[in-house]
């Protein structure tokens, strides 16, 4: 397993995160042909992360103002752009995890056609959705400001790399 991690900074009326930043998992979930969804969705439930879901990712940028996300994963390959237009391009594969802060802009640039991830929320968190809209300013940026920091990795629990990378940032703000 490789973790990967890069800051995505405001992007027009994309808030991302300036201040926490992706954190990209590749090749950390060892998963059988069978039963893939489930296998994640109990990981994730086990350390915290639920309101789970099974799909794809949209295919226009989108992001959530209230809550971080995890993506898991489980069948075929995605482009996914991070952070608006002209964003960060990063390739999504089988097996990976990536971990969202709140206000990161994503959406399916290209997939395949098997393109499948399990998604949750720390807490079982509702979550709400924005496209990066005029109007959706200051509130979003005021429900970024107040989501914290999950208690738990929803890979690896109270003692992951996630809370790690995301506290040293914390700490150098």
Same mark, same amino acid.
């Given at each position: 397993?490789k *973790?990967i991690?890069?800051?995505?900074?405001?992007?027009g009326?994309?808030?991302?995160?300036a201040?926490l930043?992706?954190v990209?998992y590749?090749?950390?979930?060892r998963? %059988?042909e /069978?039963?893939?969804?489930? *296998?994640?969705?109990?990981?994730f439930?086990?350390?915290?992360?639920?309101?789970?879901?099974?799909?794809?990712i949209?295919?226009?940028h989108?992001?959530?103002?209230? $809550?971080?996300e995890v993506?898991?994963?489980?069948r075929?390959?995605c $482009?996914?752009?991070?952070?608006?237009?002209?964003?960060?391009r990063q390739?999504?594969?089988?097996?990976?995890?990536i971990?969202?802060?709140?206000?990161?802009?994503? +959406?399916?640039?290209?997939?395949?056609?098997d393109?499948?991830?399990?998604?949750?929320?720390?807490?079982g968190? /509702?979550?709400?959705?924005?496209?990066?809209?005029?109007e959706?300013?200051?509130?979003?940026?005021?429900? *970024?400001?107040?989501? %914290?920091?999950? +208690? $738990?990795?929803p890979l690896y629990?109270?003692n992951?790399?996630l809370l790690?990378?995301w506290? /040293?940032h914390v700490?150098?703000?």
């Open positions: 397993m *973790i991690q890069f800051l995505i900074k405001a992007n009326y994309y808030p991302n995160n201040a930043p992706v990209l590749k090749a950390a979930l998963l %059988p /069978e039963d893939a969804d489930e *296998i994640v969705k109990k990981l439930h086990q350390h915290g992360w639920s309101n789970d879901w099974v799909n794809g949209y295919p226009y989108h992001y959530h103002s209230n $809550t971080h993506l898991g994963v489980i075929g390959q $482009t996914v752009m991070l952070g608006g237009e002209k964003g960060v390739v999504l594969e089988r097996g990976d995890a971990v969202l802060p709140a206000g990161v802009a994503h +959406r399916n640039v290209e997939s395949s056609n393109f499948t991830v399990v998604g949750a929320y720390p807490d968190k /509702e979550y709400d959705m924005h496209y990066g809209k005029p959706e300013h200051p509130l979003v940026d005021e429900n *970024i400001s107040k989501v %914290p920091l999950p +208690r $738990t990795d629990g109270a992951g790399p790690q990378h506290k /040293e700490l150098k703000a």
